[in-house]
């Protein structure tokens, strides 16, 4: 099932990440002692993603017994700059795959972060603090349905 959604479908993965403070990543690069090489903070974190994806690649082309790019060429990133984007953005990315056609619910897709945000799972991801930005679980649920999807994918994919 995989190798027909990675390959007969668009592939690309959406990702929301919280970058940690300035000062926290300059206390993290001391203690790591890996300051060269980075001029900005930015390109720290653009390096740090592009190692993610390319070690994740390779995991997969091993695994699959193929070779070549994974994922579409373009990194994009995004500013978060309001709670109204942040919650927006939250509610696109969970609600991508029914775009995409893949399901008609986002219970349905199960490589989503949906689960851990209306399960009560075991998860890294910082639940708690996002489900603040919505209120409460079912609010988190309502937002996601009533979303408009196609004014969402203007703002996100433009």
Excluded at 6 to 27: A, D, G, P, Q, W
Excluded at 66 to 89: A, C, M, Q
Aim: charged share 25%; proline share 3%; with cysteine.
């Amino acid at each position: 099932m995989i190798n027909r959604i990675l390959f007969n479908r668009t592939s690309h993965i959406h990702l929301m990440v919280r970058v940690k403070s300035e000062e926290e990543l300059v206390e993290f690069l001391k203690r790591e002692k890996n300051l060269q090489g980075f001029e900005n903070l930015g390109g720290l974190v653009s390096q740090r993603l592009s190692n993610l994806f390319n070690a994740y690649t390779k995991a997969f082309n091993k695994m699959y017994n193929r070779k070549g790019s994974l994922f579409i060429p373009n990194f994009n990133r995004k500013l978060i700059d309001s709670d109204e984007y942040f919650v927006r953005l939250i509610a696109y990315i969970h609600n991508n795959p029914i775009h995409h056609g893949f399901t008609s619910h986002p219970n349905q897709w199960p490589f989503s972060s949906w689960h851990a945000y209306v399960l009560n799972k075991l998860t890294r991801i910082k639940k708690e603090e996002a489900l603040l930005w919505f209120g409460d679980v079912e609010n988190f649920k309502t937002i996601h349905r009533e979303i408009n999807v196609e004014k969402c994918i203007q703002l996100f994919e433009s």
